[in-house]
């Protein structure tokens, strides 16, 4: 029986564990098209060095990335304007929680970091820069494409709308941010761009793929340097989950980057792609079994990074 | 020429660069012992997984240890009461500077984590837990002896005369700690204790060897479990550097821990231990030129865990 | 020769120590229409119980009253829903800027008062309550003209249109209340409500005349109870001047209530109301010199509500 | 039957009421000598222009008078440096609770006001000035018994004691000041003078003639200038009551001040100096039937300085 056989029985048997414990946690309730989901759902699904991907769950499920979008959108903005990104963002952990606006002022319009919802904002509409909504949109689906070699990725149109109507905290972030001269895009367009970015629908098996170009895999499409990865891991390790990324770091030993949807993408640098769902939320608003489904294959793995 | 003496020359090189650039950032001001300090000095060390360790500059300088001590007097809490320290003390950066009172107060004097002051005390009054304090600095200078293999490690007693008798925001601290009932001691038994333990002098060669059971190498004295190692990194990866921590982070890839001395210890698990020291601190309070000499270190070794 | 002669003389003499102190602060620069006024202008008006109206420097001249419109919006509110609106809005100076969204958050979107802009948007809102802002804005024309006698009062479309191109603060206050279910209108109809009670234009005489009712003078057209004019006249001393309210109440021992424009609505109870105009600001955001002139009326009338 | 009959009928009437109604509030917990008194106990004395004092309930009964003792030191103080005190404490309403620290980082060491904890004990380090604490306790006693023309006014020893025992918050906030340099004496003189005259033991009867001078009654003797008792009143007014100062004015219409011992001292410019004790707390630290008894005798005298 080889390495990988022994991982397809514990990703089997931790499909099994997390529904026969049935702690779901609670779905996200702002989002109206989010609410009502089934929260008794597990995937999970691990890239690997060699190539290969193994599943357990529902793996071929659609679910609402929603904030792990942010990992891409940030890749596709530094792409576009490098690390002038980071005059308009930080790189620090926010200490309060994803949607707050109190660090805003404090910090005079210049958010914390490009994972909480102010950041996220600046960093779309660094993405977005003058064009369209669809064009920056197209390339980010693109781009999420050719990191997971499988074009059968598409945003969700009526999660978008849901979010669109009840987008008012967020409509205030894009506002303010504004006020203080940190918005280029016209507000309904950065903000636009924003939900539809976040409504995009992925299968964890496709999740896993796209994250291979953070872990450096052997078989990732070159779409960032390995300099550039090295860097999104690094904020995804201190900032990934808003005001419980210490705790993250402390029991998974991993970087990661968590959704209202249920999603996380866990990077083991050069061993693997990790995408785990499950729609219920703990009290920090990450999955609470996602999360401790990646404590458990880290402890079963040993692939925490710091030793 | 093997590796090893690659290495060494990168940091004899690395000291004669440090030594031209010459912009040594500015020493702590608020402890007079330390305030006079000249500023342009520099030494590094590295302990590597064969046993060798490696240095250049003032390697044999011993200098304050200050902050650093935190991730030992953690070490030495941890092994006394466990996970119960966590019901005390959380996990999670801080978002504000190392000494801030504010985030106390909302979080009701539980401090965010074990390094930002507020969170150390708790720690050292966990760790003091109903001794005197000589007894239990004996215990924590007898854990660093036995960590470093090196029984020439002593308090700085001029220091810390010096630190105690201008320790006017940590006395308010531990006050407010002892109101929320998050204070077990006399407060001047744990401040007494507190003051002591920053005041240890080593040198980078002592701190980097006492590293070693961080880093897991295979030559470091058994005195933690691996988990516990990896627990602390992931504390030094989030909250190691106040509110520079997420700067460290993706600049150096490495959990390290700062102290005002100018001091940082840095861990690269599996592969190194490093201590390094230049006693100028940037604006996040951290060591200026360590930090930049870190980053090149890292440049050079591709030690980063993030790939 | 009368008291009323004596404070003619004062008044007159008031107007030339001012331009000769020339000490003028600056206007308001987030307002373009606003920002390019010349600061060197001042007038006062004080209307006396006897029925008489004194004035000197620019009184016929026509300012932007700006947030000392919230007065006359909380009157209407009130009008309307009573005591209800205190469910929404609270009764506490706010210990921030005007325009601070800080307490917001930490209030759950109940503002302070009704006199910072959050809460001024929620009376706003209150005071719409359904309806068309034409309809809502007529009937605060109204009540106005109806308090100073005097039909010649509009809104100044130009500063309307100035303030609405750039209200980004405001759009996010809006928008951030909304999410917490404090707003009951559409944003853009309470915000643009907002933007032109703000804009309407009077001369401190035609100001003076409108606050009679708050001072209870015999000649005041009996539209509000005096019970509310008494609570309306305690809100102004305790929150009337944003984070300057402590030191207003301080110096002049009046309630008043100040706008970005530069004008002063001043309450002596029984005896005057008192309205000033200087259009530069000191760093509270309240007139300087308006602030200055209403200290020393103070002084010479011995009008405080102190003593 | 004249309007003073009248006046004492309303109060035996008043004191009647608050029994009946029996709604009592909580004493505060935090000072183990007061947490054990019965809350059932209502006193209230007013003193009168023409110099009769009207009293229902237990006026002869001794009440610690805690935080309304701030109004006198502020009074000693100033007459000892005057306005120099402002450059060491603010004028401006908190909005936080009593003994917050959180704005004290945020103003950097200068309280707010001098009503709040923080700005109590500068105002009390101003009074001490380089004297020992019996001292400058003997002058402000001295001051009391010449405001009441009463020399039977002491400090509970017991109270101070059981005070002094637990006031951590009190010592974090002094060391927290002295960090700043916002401390003249050494901590614990100041924090023991503190203490002391919180735990100042008074009647109803003997605060209300404590506070003629404030009102400016004919028959107070000259302590203070009119003009110092103004600037005081209008510091009652506006933070008098801490976070709840706004609702305080709004009902009431009066400056007063509240301590945790459940007494009120409250002006009537020109009218009343009026004192009123229950020991139960509202939720914002204020005598709950205290401040429901000042807003009756409000209304049915027509004090307000509102008009």
Known sequence: ???????????????????????????ARYIP??????????????ALADGRVLSSGSAQKRFSIQSVSK????????????DQLWTRVGREPSGTSFDSIVLLEREQGRPRNPFINAGALVTTDAMLEGRMP????????????????DDDIHIDKDVARSEAATAHRNTALVHYLLSHGNLHNAPELTLGTYVHQCAIAMTTQQLARAGRMLAGLPDAPRLISARRA????????????????????????????????GGILIIAPGKASIAVWSPGLNHYGNSQVGTEAAQRLGQFTGWSVFG
């Open 1 to 27: 029986m080889t390495e990988t056989d022994d991982l397809q029985a514990f990703l089997n048997d931790l499909d099994r564990q997390m529904h026969i414990k049935g702690d779901w946690g609670t779905p």
């Open 33 to 46: 098209e989010l609410a009502d989901i089934d929260p008794a759902q597990f995937a999970i699904s691990v």
């Open 134 to 149: 669809q064009d920056a949109l197209a390339e980010l689906i693109q781009f999420l494409r050719a990191a997971c070699e």
């Open 230 to 261: 090295r860097r999104i891991n690094a904020l995804m390790m201190t900032c990934g989950h808003y005001d419980g990324s210490g705790d993250f770091a402390y029991r998974v030993g991993l970087p990661g980057k968590s959704g209202v949807g």
């Open 71 to 82: 990992v891409f959108t940030l890749a596709v903005a530094l792409g576009r304007i490098g």
